[in-house]
């Protein structure tokens, strides 16, 4: 077995120089090394996917992104490849293919269930795979976001929520070419609720009419 998964290895890699050789564009694509990334055991063996999936994917670098791996990015290219991608004409369209966007059923103006769409695809398997990845990482935009969502909902909701949120990422990446820059301001979200708090505290203190002395505190 071991033999026959080292034989289609080889095929794999054959078949992916094969399309990348056919443009010459895609050849002279190059890109920095990740050795941060850990490579999985089921990865195909002997090949640089981080390099032949930038090339493949005409310049995107979709190992940028945190707990996408290899076996994540072999997953992109055997169900859509980009091409395929592009036949979807939104981010919401290509997540709600992969039946990670909630089913929002509503009866009389209310909200009687939000669950997720039953059924799944090698796809959507492995974008959950590394939403799991991406909660045990610490101080990074996604973990951040994950943490929430698991807080208010669980692990399992945060699984989806973070999967479909890799979707909509991957496909603005590979489909308008935008270079995934996670924002800096999901890192410092105690800094954000100190801003409120103060805020709320001097809204008070402007609605009644404090003074510095009638707060207690000392003036020169």
């Keep these: 077995m071991q033999a026959q998964?080292?034989?289609?290895?080889?095929?794999?890699?054959?078949l992916l120089k094969e399309q990348i050789h056919q443009d010459e564009t895609k050849r002279s694509l190059q890109t920095d090394d990740k050795?941060?990334?850990?490579?999985?055991?089921?990865?195909p063996k002997n090949l640089d996917l981080?390099?032949?999936s930038y090339q493949y994917f005409e310049g995107v670098d979709l190992m940028k992104i945190e707990?996408?791996?290899?076996?994540?990015?072999?997953?992109?290219?055997?169900?859509?490849?980009?091409?395929?991608?592009?036949?979807?004409?939104?981010?919401?369209?290509?997540?709600?293919?992969?039946?990670?966007?909630?089913?929002?059923?509503?009866?009389?103006g209310k909200v009687l269930s939000r669950k997720i769409a039953k059924g799944?695809?090698?796809?959507?398997?492995?974008?959950r795979q590394a939403a799991n990845a991406i909660g045990n990482l610490k101080e990074t935009h996604l973990s951040d976001f994950f943490r929430r969502i698991c807080f208010k909902r669980g692990r399992t909701a945060a699984v989806s929520?973070?999967?479909?949120?890799?979707?909509?990422?991957?496909w603005n990446?590979?489909?308008?070419?935008?270079?995934?820059?996670?924002?800096?301001?999901?890192?410092?979200?105690?800094?954000?609720r100190k801003m409120k708090l103060v805020k709320k505290i001097r809204k008070n203190i402007a609605k009644l009419?404090?003074?510095?002395?009638?707060l207690g505190f000392a003036t020169s």
């Design 5 to 14: 998964i080292g034989q289609c290895d080889l095929e794999i890699g054959k």
């Design 35 to 43: 050795p941060h990334k850990k490579v999985n055991k089921n990865a």
């Design 50 to 52: 981080n390099q032949l």
């Design 67 to 108: 707990g996408v791996s290899h076996a994540t990015v072999i997953a992109l290219m055997s169900e859509v490849g980009p091409e395929g991608m592009k036949k979807f004409a939104t981010a919401k369209q290509f997540a709600c293919w992969l039946r990670l966007c909630p089913n929002t059923k509503i009866s009389g």
């Design 120 to 127: 799944s695809n090698r796809l959507k398997i492995a974008l």
């Design 161 to 170: 929520a973070t999967a479909r949120k890799l979707a909509v990422i991957i």
């Design 173 to 192: 990446m590979v489909v308008k070419h935008i270079t995934y820059s996670p924002p800096t301001q999901y890192l410092f979200v105690d800094q954000k």
């Design 209 to 214: 009419d404090l003074r510095p002395e009638d």
